[in-house]
């Protein structure tokens, strides 16, 4: 099934910079290779960020998805795109013999003429474009984020200084994510100091309190890192791995299409829970 979720990135104008006829893969690519500063970002070995499989070389349909599974391939390939842009790639389990789902994927794809090109941490950090600051723009608080938690010489979220009872910031979240937030209540009733990682961040949760935020939130975290929120004194919000990490496929997408107003764009919901 493709369809468009509740928490569709906030529409960022730009001025196309680009040539207006159909766009070749390797237009699209070296544009967003450029956008995400793509060189510049480090990533776990896995990502492989990138065009990870190429096609003929003719784009006219995207479509988004969070994984490059075997169900959201056969739905890019049933829609008739070109292109797949995803957040987690094909290759997370490094080297591998090309057989069973990999092989099933790979040869759908290519039966189909689609590309894949998948961005992890350069997805996630982009001040513009990025899971972390689309998901902060989603939950409509006024003070401006600022960068958060170094890592490798870059941050990998957002932060910033709020006033907001803790409830009324649980259904902003739920109506952001289009999910209903787990909370551990470690912290105070209201929040002032918030921070953002989108996806996984809850196992670094000791080295997060000792930024001075009250309150953390992200995708998911290991069992221990609700019980060690409450022994820090941290309010620690799971909003789900999958649900944020839409925002930032759906606003590349998106990001293409405004550059090349040919291009026709969609979004593959295949939520894993988590």
Same mark, same amino acid.
């Given at each position: 099934m493709v369809s468009q979720r509740s928490?569709?990135? =906030?529409?960022?104008?730009?001025?196309?910079?680009?040539?207006?006829?159909?766009?070749?893969?390797?237009?699209?690519?070296r544009a967003a290779n450029d956008w995400l500063s793509l060189d510049a970002i480090p990533d776990y070995p896995g990502a492989i960020n990138g065009l990870q499989l190429e096609n003929s070389g003719q784009v006219t349909k995207i479509a988004a998805a969070v994984d490059a599974c075997l169900p959201v391939i056969e739905q890019a390939c049933a829609a008739g795109a070109n292109l797949l842009v995803v957040h987690h790639g094909l290759f997370w389990q490094g080297a591998q013999r090309i057989e069973g789902a990999l092989y099933r994927k790979l040869k759908l794809a290519m039966d189909h003429d689609l590309a894949i090109y998948?961005?992890?941490?350069?997805?996630? =950090?982009?001040?513009?474009? !990025?899971?972390?600051?689309?998901?902060?723009?989603?939950?409509e608080l006024e003070p401006a984020a600022r960068p958060f938690f170094p890592w490798k010489g870059m941050d990998l979220g957002v932060r910033a200084t709020v006033e907001i009872p803790r409830e009324e910031l649980l259904a902003?979240?739920?109506?952001?994510? !289009?999910?209903?937030?787990?909370?551990?209540?470690?912290?105070?009733?209201? =929040?002032?100091?918030? !921070?953002?990682?989108? !996806?996984?961040?809850?196992?670094?949760?000791?080295?997060?309190?000792?930024?001075?935020?009250d309150t953390f939130l992200t995708g998911e975290g290991p069992h221990w890192s609700y019980t060690a929120a409450e022994e820090l004194g941290i309010n620690l919000i799971y909003a789900g791995h999958y649900a944020t990490e839409t925002f930032g496929v759906k606003a590349l997408a998106k990001r293409w299409a405004a550059e090349w107003p040919g291009l026709e764009v969609s979004f593959i919901d295949h939520p894993t829970g988590l």
């Open positions: 928490n569709d990135p =906030v529409e960022i104008p730009f001025a196309p910079r680009y040539a207006l006829a159909m766009p070749e893969l390797t237009d699209l690519t998948s961005a992890h941490l350069p997805l996630d =950090v982009h001040p513009e474009l !990025g899971n972390n600051a689309l998901l902060y723009a989603a939950l902003k979240v739920a109506a952001a994510t !289009g999910t209903t937030p787990h909370l551990c209540p470690g912290g105070p009733a209201l =929040v002032r100091e918030i !921070g953002i990682i989108t !996806g996984g961040a809850g196992s670094q949760i000791h080295d997060l309190a000792a930024t001075g935020i």
